[in-house]
T-cell receptor, first 119, second 115 residues
């Protein structure tokens, strides 16, 4: 079972450009979380999505940031008109729906992250 | 809102010795989960251990164990027989049961295991 996949692993954008970060959850997982890690900081929650629904976007900046998780395909985190302060590592995590075989259903499995650099 | 505090920005330990990383949290919730994640230089987040708040027994995973003090809102991680591969950032995290189940992380402790 492949793990959570994120691409690209590294992304360089100039100020004002758009950044698109992709996340493919583990097979069978329908919950996706996005977190941002600034240098020397812990991860900060951004948004929680289920297929075709945004469940909680309380951590997402109100402007320039959006996220989607379509019925088919990966989850996308989009940052429009990037600024230097957007430079960070962006992590995606997925979790299963309900209890699988009696196991812990809330565990989040993390992808390797996308490091965004804005020049 | 929940907060997680890790008061030790950096720690070091000799190989084969034991080290304890501290974590305190603030919440008014009764039902929640606590986690320790490891982030090695590769930056991959790896779950080390988890604790359900309703369980009184401290969780253990091989060389890793926790000291969970619910009344004191403390959740420390003990690493026994430290190995060079344990060198990493360690993050304590809180998850409220129910709701969106997002993780709230501390700022991390950088652990270096010396040969």
């Amino acid at each position: 079972n492949a793990g959570v996949m994120q691409n690209p692993r590294h992304l360089v954008r100039r100020r004002g450009q758009e950044a698109r970060l992709r996340c493919s959850p583990m097979k069978g997982h329908s919950h996706v979380y996005w977190y941002r890690q600034l240098p020397e900081e812990g991860l900060k929650f951004m948004v929680y999505l289920q297929k075709e629904n945004i469940i909680d976007e309380s951590g997402m900046p109100k402007e320039r940031f959006s996220a989607e998780f379509p019925k088919e395909g990966p989850s996308i985190l989009r940052i429009q008109q990037v600024v230097r302060g957007d430079s960070a590592a962006y992590f995606c995590a997925s979790s299963p729906t309900g209890k699988a075989g009696g196991g812990f259903s809330y565990e989040q499995y993390f992808g390797p992250g996308t490091r965004l650099t804005v020049t | 809102a929940q907060t997680v505090t890790q008061s030790q920005p950096e720690m070091s330990v000799q190989e084969a010795e034991t080290v304890t990383l501290s974590c305190t949290y603030d919440t008014s919730e009764s039902n929640y989960y606590l986690f320790w994640y490891k982030q090695p230089p590769s930056r991959q987040m790896i779950l080390v251990i988890r604790q359900e708040a309703y369980k009184q027994q401290n969780a253990t995973e091989n060389r890793f164990s926790v000291n969970f003090q619910k009344a004191a809102k403390s959740f420390s991680l003990k690493i026994s027989d430290s190995q060079l591969g344990d060198t990493a950032m360690y993050f304590c995290a809180f998850m409220k049961q129910g709701g969106s189940e997002k993780l709230v992380f501390g700022k991390g402790t950088k652990l270096t295991v010396n040969p």
